[in-house]
């Protein structure tokens, strides 16, 4: 993520899990029993967001940068990415994207901090998808 200053050895770890495995994460972890898209699980960065997130972000002892691991449901992408009418692989690629904002502080709790994800995780979208294309 680029334009949050992240060091190009900083590292995040992305998994695909059943809907039952996420509906056990999104409840134990955010007390919703249903499924979700994208679960984030980082180092707390306070109430910053982006690159002064990306400053607070620390190394482990072995010098490692960890950012969090990103969790996505694969059948509920497939369900949104039908339902919206794109591809599968535009529809991961902007939940990966979602949960990397996610980890850098911001939030879509509010309709501002909504629409705000939504913006910033679509055009990261189409520059990894244009970057693909390269």
Do not use: C, W
Not at 47 to 57: T, V
Not at 102 to 124: C, I, N, Q, S
Request: hydrophobic content about 40%; proline content about 3%; overall charge positive.
């Amino acid at each position: 993520m680029k334009p949050y200053a992240l060091p190009a050895d900083a590292r995040i770890t992305v998994a695909f899990v059943r809907d039952e495995d996420m509906r056990a994460l999104n409840r134990r972890y955010r007390k919703k029993d249903r499924t979700t898209d994208v679960l984030a699980f980082g180092q707390s960065v306070g109430r910053a967001k982006g690159e002064r997130a990306a400053r607070q972000l620390t190394r482990d002892a072995d010098g490692e940068l960890d950012v969090g691991d990103i969790v996505i449901s694969a059948a509920q992408a497939q369900r949104q990415a039908k339902r919206r009418k794109r591809p599968l692989v535009r529809e991961i690629a902007f939940l990966a994207a979602h949960g990397a904002l996610h980890l850098l502080g911001f939030e879509d709790e509010t309709p501002a901090g909504y629409r705000e994800m939504v913006r910033l995780g679509t055009a990261a979208t189409a520059d990894a998808v244009a970057a693909s294309r390269g």
